[in-house]
């Protein structure tokens, strides 16, 4: 059974910075995603096995950071200049993939999601 755990979130004020973590029994492709209140799951961030490269979408590029510790199984997603935009319950998932889709359905493994608001 592959776990994923996330943690991290909490409430911070606009312009703050927040880390995520995420530990994933076994390794795989690790993304973040996103999904606010009303909206649909959306993607984040993406790094492959090795952590030797990594995608993030427009919305948080240059703000956010995903990264990866293979020895601690662990993944992480810092967030700087924290926008209330970004208020949303962040998932980690893995993949048995390759790639670093940025689909919803390509990851198998998801966590239970860990609030994160952002206040004004």
């Known amino acids: 059974q592959v776990q994923v755990v996330e943690s991290g979130g909490g409430l911070v004020q606009a312009g703050d910075s927040l880390r995520l973590s995420c530990v994933v029994s076994?390794?795989?492709?690790m993304a973040w995603f996103r999904q606010a209140p009303g909206k649909e799951r959306e993607f984040v961030a993406a790094?492959?096995?090795?952590?030797?490269?990594?995608r993030h979408a427009d919305s948080v590029k240059g703000r956010f950071k995903i990264s990866r510790d293979n020895r601690k199984n662990m993944v992480y997603l810092q967030m700087n200049s924290l926008k209330q935009e970004d208020t949303a319950v962040y998932f980690c998932?893995?993949?048995?993939?390759?790639?670093?889709?940025?689909?919803?359905?390509?990851?198998?493994?998801w966590g239970q999601g860990t609030q994160v608001t952002v206040s004004s």
């Open positions: 790094m492959i096995r090795s952590g030797g490269n990594s």
């Open positions: 076994g390794r795989y492709t």
């Open positions: 998932a893995a993949s048995n993939g390759w790639s670093m889709s940025t689909s919803i359905g390509d990851y198998d493994y």
